[in-house]
C-alpha cells in the first residue's frame, strides 16, 4: 500500500527502486526485475538518461521507426517517427508514397516569432504607466545586453518589447509583451532569462520614477514563456489534377469532393475537429518526440491556433479549383535543432542526422508535412474504406502478441485476415480454432 515518504529525492536509485517495489507493487521481486531489466547496459549512457529528470528508476521505451519517401521541394527525406499508436507510420509512409508521384509537397514558412511576457499589476493612472514605459524602454533593452549578445550575434535576440493594458479583463492587469528570434534554438531558457531580467528592471525603475505616487507601484506576478506562437507558422501544401487522385475504386473527382466535404465538417463541427486534428497531431508529435522537442508545447500552442477564430476547427483545408485539388496545412511550430535534447539523447542526434541535420526552419516544415501526411491518410480511409480495415490490421499484431500467441500461428493469422475483418472475438475465434487442431 501506498504511504507518504519524507526525502525520496535523496535516496540513491537502488533505494528508490526498493522502496516503490516494496510499497507500490504486490511483486516487489518482479517489479525490481523489470524496472532493471530496461535500463541500459552502457552504463554511461544509463547515467545520460537518469539525470534528463528527478527519480529516474528505469527508462520506458516507445519504438523508433521511420517514413520513407517524403518529397519535400524537390528533396527527398526519410522522416524519424516515435510513437506507439500502431498505425501512425504506415499511414504516414503511405502518404508520402502517393503523392511522391504527384508532385510531392511543398513548404513555405510564413513567421519565426516567438513570445514572452511579463504579467504584472499597475493600480494608477494609465498614461502615466504608457509615460513611464516610454521612458524606461531603452533601458529594459539595455538591461539584458549580457543575455541576449550571444544571440543577437547569430542574428536572433528581442525583436520588440510592448506595453499592453488588460485592465478591463482583469483589474489592474498589464503586461510587456516581448517578441523573440531565437534561430535554431527552441529558445525557452534564452526567454524566460531575458523575461526575469526584463521584470526585475521594470520593478527596480517603477520605484524611483518621480511620477508615481505613493498607491501607484508596479508589483510583477510572473514571467514566462507563451507557448502559444501564432507567428512561428508553416505552411505545408500538396496539389495535383483531380484526375490524378482515383484511388480505392473511387474516381478522382469523386475523392476530392468526398476529402472536401470531409474537410469542412471539421470545420464547423468541433467534436468531429478534436478527432480531425488529433490524426495531424499523430504525425506532428512522432517527428516533434523523434527530435527530442517539447510535444505538450507544440500540442498547447497547435489546438489554441485552432481555436483562434473563435470556434475550434479543423487544422487543414482543401479546394477544387480549375480541375486542380489542393491541400494544405498552416500550423505553429516553435521548434529547435539545438540546445535541450538535441545534444544529450543519442537517439535525437541520430533523428537528426537521418534528416540531414536541419536548422529549425526546415525542421518545422518536415513536420508539418508529416501533420499534412498523416491527416491525409486518415481522410483517405475514412471517405473509402473506412478506418478501421486498415488500423484493426495494424493492431492484429499487438492483439496476438496478448493473446500469448506463438510465431507460427501469428503467421498463419496474418495471412488469415489478408480477407477476414480483424475484431478482437474475431482473433480470438481465429486463434481458438488454430490451437484446437
Known amino acids: 500500500m501506498n504511504t507518504p515518504v519524507e526525502g525520496f529525492s535523496k535516496l540513491s536509485k537502488n533505494e528508490k527502486i526498493d522502496w516503490i517495489a ?32 528527478e527519480n529516474t528508476l528505469s527508462n520506458y521505451y516507445l519504438p523508433f521507426a521511420v517514413a520513407p ?17 500502431s498505425s501512425v507510420v504506415a499511414a504516414a509512409s503511405k502518404a508520402a508514397k502517393f503523392w511522391l508521384n504527384r508532385g510531392g509537397f511543398k513548404t513555405e514558412i510564413l513567421g519565426t516569432e516567438k513570445v514572452g511576457q511579463v504579467h504584472f499589476t499597475y493600480h494608477g493612472d494609465p498614461k502615466k504607466l504608457k509615460e513611464f514605459f516610454a521612458a524606461v524602454r531603452p533601458k529594459l533593452l539595455e538591461s539584458v545586453t549580457t543575455i541576449t549578445a550571444s544571440m543577437e550575434k547569430r542574428g ?12 478591463e479583463k482583469m483589474k489592474g492587469y498589464h503586461q510587456l509583451h516581448c517578441t523573440f528570434e531565437t534561430l535554431d534554438a527552441m529558445g525557452a531558457n534564452f ?9 526585475k528592471t521594470l520593478e527596480a525603475e517603477a520605484a524611483t520614477y518621480p511620477e508615481f505616487g505613493p498607491d501607484e507601484h508596479i508589483e510583477v506576478l510572473m514571467s514566462i514563456l507563451s507557448n502559444y506562437v501564432p507567428n512561428c507558422t508553416v505552411r505545408a501544401s500538396v496539389s495535383c489534377p483531380v484526375s490524378e487522385l482515383a484511388t480505392d475504386g473511387v474516381n478522382g ?19 468531429r475537429a478534436v478527432t480531425h486534428n488529433k490524426g495531424v497531431m499523430n504525425g506532428v508529435d ?17 489546438h489554441a491556433y485552432a481555436a483562434k477564430d473563435g470556434p475550434y476547427s479543423s487544422l487543414t483545408h482543401a479546394t477544387i479549383e480549375n480541375n486542380t485539388f489542393t491541400f494544405w496545412i498552416e500550423i505553429p511550430l516553435a521548434l529547435g535543432t539545438v540546445g535541450g535534447l538535441t545534444s ?4 535525437v542526434k541520430l533523428a537528426l542526422e537521418i534528416l540531414g541535420h536541419p536548422t529549425a526552419r526546415e525542421l518545422m516544415q518536415i513536420v508539418a508535412v508529416a501533420g499534412l501526411a498523416q491527416n491525409f491518410a486518415a481522410l483517405r480511409s475514412l471517405v473509402t474504406t473506412g478506418i478501421q480495415k486498415g488500423h484493426m490490421k495494424m493492431h492484429l499484431m499487438n492483439m496476438l502478441n496478448q493473446m500469448g500467441a506463438t510465431e507460427s500461428e501469428k503467421q498463419q493469422l496474418i495471412h488469415y485476415f489478408k480477407d477476414h475483418t480483424v ?15
Not at 536572433?156 to 485592465?167: M, V
Request: proline share 3%; charged share 25%.
Open 344 to 347: 544529450l539523447h543519442p537517439m
Open 253 to 271: 473527382l469523386e475523392f476530392a469532393e468526398k476529402i472536401k466535404s470531409a474537410i469542412e465538417i471539421a470545420k464547423v463541427e468541433p467534436f
Open 423 to 437: 475484431t478482437n472475438a474475431s482473433v480470438k475465434e481465429a486463434l481458438e480454432k488454430i490451437q484446437s487442431q
Open 69 to 85: 519517401n517524403f518529397l519535400i521541394n524537390g528533396k527527398f527525406y526519410v522522416v524519424p517517427m516515435v510513437i506507439e499508436e
Open 22 to 53: 516494496t510499497h507500490c507493487t504486490q511483486d516487489p521481486a518482479a517489479s525490481k526485475k523489470l524496472l532493471e531489466q530496461y535500463w541500459n547496459e552502457n552504463r554511461n549512457l544509463q547515467k545520460v538518461h537518469d539525470e534528463f529528470i
Open 156 to 167: 536572433g535576440g528581442i525583436s520588440n518589447i510592448e506595453l499592453r493594458n488588460l485592465s
Open 286 to 302: 512522432a517527428v516533434v518526440l523523434a527530435t527530442g522537442n517539447d510535444f505538450r508545447a507544440v500540442e498547447a500552442g497547435v
Open 191 to 199: 526567454i524566460n532569462s531575458c523575461l526575469e531580467q526584463l521584470a
